[in-house]
Nanobody, 121 residues
Framework: QVQLVESGGGWVQPGGSLRLSCAAS????????MGWYQQAPGKQRELVASITSGRSPNYADSVKGRFTISRDNAKNMVYLQMNSLKPEDTGVYYC???????????????WGQGTQVTVSS
């Protein structure tokens, strides 16, 4: 079984910072892409940032220059440093990862349970 567990969400004033962490655990042979998605109230889940196993990042235009995604392959973790937060960054943030389990021949996408980020004054 594979689990993704996020942490680090909370409430912050506009202009503030938060750092999200996501730990993958279980029967993991290898991890390909990892990413963070935002689901704002009343909206669909959208990609915020992703990172390849080679640490090449990709960002949504709305967060470029403010957010930084990184990963620690040895610890099976991915992080999202969020600076200069805006009220529109509010939502539930989900971690996902493309994981090949032991005995699998292909990768499957797994999701965390989400962590709430609220940006307001």
């Amino acid at each position: 079984q594979v689990q993704l567990v996020e942490s680090g969400g909370g409430w912050v004033q506009p202009g503030g910072s938060l750092r999200l962490s996501c730990a993958a655990s279980g029967s993991i042979a290898s991890i390909n892409n990892m990413g963070w998605y935002q689901q704002a109230p009343g909206k669909q889940r959208e990609l915020v940032a992703s990172i390849t196993s080679g640490r090449s990042p990709n960002y949504a235009d709305s967060v470029k220059g403010r957010f930084t995604i990184s990963r620690d392959n040895a610890k099976n973790m991915v992080y999202l440093q969020m600076n200069s937060l805006k009220p529109e960054d509010t939502g539930v943030y989900y971690c996902n990862a493309d994981i090949r389990r032991h005995l699998d021949r292909t990768y499957f996408t797994f999701w965390g349970q989400g962590t709430q980020v609220t940006v307001s004054s």
